[in-house]
């Protein structure tokens, strides 16, 4: 293999998994290791072997309650411990590349990391270095990073992410820093950290590659099992013309459809970092949204951007090891449930603080009675609309970051919606939803909460296994609607109240009185039949959905909505009508 070096540069690498297995490597010195050397590979390596947790080497608790009192709500209700648990067991190089990174780049030092460490190369692995090395593995678990490395997977070309991975190195180089690599191909994932790149020829398996990048890499070790940091078969190489890549210890190339995520913005990595964490990041991830679905070819997802153009997602667009994701910056996504769907469709959007899940519920949908459902999703929208039939029942849940409502930390509302006709539009604002329609509307909504302890911090069952989640209200677990009229619901006093826009200005500050359960700012005869055909339901088990709750239709406070509440809805009407 012939190495002619020339053009000098720095590069790093990143990714988000790692592949556990050692890599001995002695090779003699050679003008591809010198670069190295000069590059700072003898000493900005941290001498710890990539690992995973198990029985021998166990991740401590205090290690865990890092990671949880770091999270946001959203990112708690992806189930932490599971989240957590599936990190923690995959290994450690995103920790570790993402350490080194940092100390080379100065935002960090290596005695930060390891009492009395001068360089890198000084720490060892001990209980202290294994917090600090989790810790930055867990950035895997953090939306900002996680929807930013796999944005950079999802919407870039190969030929982009190539282009992306050189020039990065390119400029890091002309300023002495190292910057973070994910790589990934069928059945591998890994993460390193980028030093440099060099220009020259190598041939591997008979292809020619002009341009190194080189690595650090924390499954490289010598014969004695000791890190080693870099090796120039755990490099990667391109052909600059051809745009192909292969990383020899790796065996990857090209017939492995690699992908390659460049970050090398250090507020990124070290934003929930142990070590003075960034409290700003430079990158913008605010707009990156998750979009994902679970359903049959004859629905379509489009993504749609701020001009109206949509892009349709396919089978093949989606990511498999993203969970059959996609990662993009667009407005907002657009559903079409097309004719004859031949399975329960279910669709996930996700962004910083938003999640929004849609799920058909109906068994119409199976027998196809059920045609032609648009849905429109947006951050503080969801719009549905039936345009043929009636979609008998659709879940939704809309899961909120802590800060959105007033009322913090509620923030978590499941809905369903029965017997749509027509349209309806979920708009979340401060302190709750607002439901507008065209025409009659059948709705439950339960809005939950997250406890917290007097730090702020979210509280567990003693298992450790979910966290610790409960109803608004005990004695009325939901609000539920039956109206021809828009109505918000909103949460005063951890109780469910409903207001109305009687005058017409968008500001809905008219609250419904209790007995006014259809909500339309009357309390009448109407209301008394909507009691009466709610107690009957209930009397025979019927499966109908009647729109009426212990909030506005348990009239007499008794904890029942019956015959005596339509009784005393009639009597009230019947002295308004006097007046």
């Known amino acids: 293999m012939k190495k002619l070096l020339s053009v000098l540069t720095a590069l790093t690498l990143f990714t988000a998994f790692s592949l556990l297995n050692s890599y001995a490597d002695d090779t003699e010195t050679t003008d591809l290791h010198a670069l190295a050397i000069s590059l700072g590979a003898d000493t900005d390596y941290m001498n710890v072997v990539n690992y995973r947790h198990d029985e021998e080497r166990p991740v401590k608790w205090n290690v865990f309650t890092d990671f949880l009192w770091n999270l946001s709500v959203i990112e708690a209700c992806y189930a932490a411990p599971e989240s957590f648990s599936a990190i923690s067991q995959s290994g450690s190089c995103l920790g570790i590349s993402s350490l080194e990174v940092l100390a080379h780049n100065g935002f960090i030092q290596p005695s930060d990391i390891q009492t009395g460490a001068g360089t890198m190369n000084e720490i060892s692995y001990s209980n202290e270095t294994d917090r600090i090395i989790t810790n930055y593995q867990c950035l895997q678990g953090y939306t900002e990073f996680s929807y930013y490395e796999k944005f950079l997977i999802t919407d870039l070309t190969y030929n982009e992410q190539i282009e992306r991975l050189i020039e990065t190195a390119e400029n890091s180089m002309k300023e002495n820093r190292y910057f973070l690599i994910t790589i990934r191909s069928r059945g591998f994932s890994h993460a390193v950290c980028g030093i440099g790149t060099a220009d020259g020829e190598w041939e591997w398996d008979g ?47 090209m017939d492995n459809d690699p992908s390659f995520a460049v970050i090398d913005d250090n507020t990124l990595i070290n934003h929930r970092g142990t070590i003075n964490p960034s409290e700003a990041i430079k990158t913008d991830t605010s707009c990156i949204k998750q979009i994902s679905r679970n359903t049959s070819e004859n629905t379509k997802l489009y993504a749609v951007s701020d001009d109206g153009s949509m892009t349709l997602f396919d089978e093949a667009s989606f990511s498999d090891w993203a969970g059959a994701a996609n990662f993009i910056k667009d407005a907002s996504v657009h559903i079409d449930v097309d004719d004859e769907p031949t399975a329960y469709p279910n669709f996930r959007y996700i962004n910083l603080d938003r999640w929004i899940d849609i799920e058909f519920l109906d068994d119409s949908i199976a027998n196809r009675d059920v045609y032609n459902a648009d849905i429109d999703i947006s951050d503080n929208n969801v719009y549905m609309k039936c345009n043929e039939g009636s979609i008998k029942e659709i879940g939704l849940q809309i899961r909120m970051n802590e800060g959105t409502y007033n009322c913090s930390p509620f923030f978590w509302w499941n809905m369903g919606v029965y017997d749509l006709a027509d349209d309806i539009d979920f708009e979340v604002r401060d302190n709750g939803i607002l439901l507008k329609s065209n025409g009659h509307m059948k709705v439950g909504l339960t809005p939950y909460c997250y406890q917290l302890d007097d730090d702020g911090h979210f509280l567990f069952d003693k298992s450790y296994t979910y966290m610790d989640i409960e109803t608004v209200n005990s004695q009325d677990v939901g609000a539920f609607i039956e109206s021809d009229n828009n109505i918000f619901v909103g949460i005063e006093n951890d109780e469910i109240v409903y207001y109305i826009d009687k005058n017409g200005d968008d500001v809905y500050d008219d609250k419904v009185e209790k007995g006014d359960v259809n909500c339309d700012g009357f309390i009448d005869a109407a209301d008394a039949s909507l009691v009466l055909a709610k107690y009957s339901a209930n009397s025979t088990a019927s499966s109908e959905y009647i729109g009426v709750g212990l909030a506005l239709g348990d009239y007499n406070n008794d904890g029942l909505v019956d015959a005596v509440d339509a009784s005393l809805i009639l009597a009230k009407y019947a002295e308004l009508s006097t007046v």
Not at 208 to 237: H, P, Q, R, V
């Open 207 to 253: 292809e020619k590659y002009d341009k190194c990048i080189l690595t650090l890499d924390s499954n490289i070790s010598d014969t004695e099992g000791n890190a080693k940091g870099f090796s120039e078969n755990a490099c990667i190489y391109i052909n600059s013309e051809t745009r192909h890549c292969y990383i020899p210890t790796y065996e990857i190339g």
